[in-house]
């Protein structure tokens, strides 16, 4: 782990309002990303996927070995290796039941092995 990346990362977080990194009410895990992705760039990190789980789901502690599983080793490659838009269009989130990780109508799961095409 390089600290002075993570860091500065951090700083760059902190200087943002908490509320701008917060999912919104309902909102699932890939419309979060995607949403987030848009105004920061990944870090290389799970950030945004922990900030995620921490804000909405903190038992779901499997999530980042589940995304991991998936491809996923840091946020932008969850919304590219993990969830497959239906459409280009992802927004607005169609809403997941609270405490959910799981993605809205709007996404599917990418599974090892069984390509979506
Ligand atoms: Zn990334
Ligand atoms: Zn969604």
């Given at each position: 782990m390089d600290s002075s990346i993570d860091s500065e990362a951090e700083d760059f977080v902190h200087t943002m309002a908490d509320a701008?990194?917060?999912?919104?009410?309902?909102?699932?895990?890939?419309?979060?990303l995607d949403r987030?992705?848009?105004?920061?760039?990944?870090?290389?990190?799970?950030?945004?996927?922990?900030?995620?789980r921490d804000a909405t789901a903190p038992r779901a502690t499997a999530l980042e070995h589940r995304v991991m599983n998936g491809g996923?080793?840091?946020?932008?490659?969850?919304?590219?290796?993990?969830?497959?838009?239906?459409?280009?269009?992802?927004?607005?989130?169609?809403g997941v039941r609270r405490g959910s990780t799981q993605p809205c109508s709007l996404w599917s799961r990418h599974r090892r092995g069984m390509p979506w095409f």
């Open positions: 701008i990194t917060a999912p919104l009410p309902r909102e699932c895990l890939p419309c979060y987030m992705l848009r105004d920061l760039q990944c870090d290389g990190s799970l950030r945004l996927t922990r900030n995620y996923g080793y840091c946020d932008c490659e969850v919304l590219m290796n993990v969830f497959i838009p239906h459409d280009e269009h992802v927004m607005p989130c169609g």
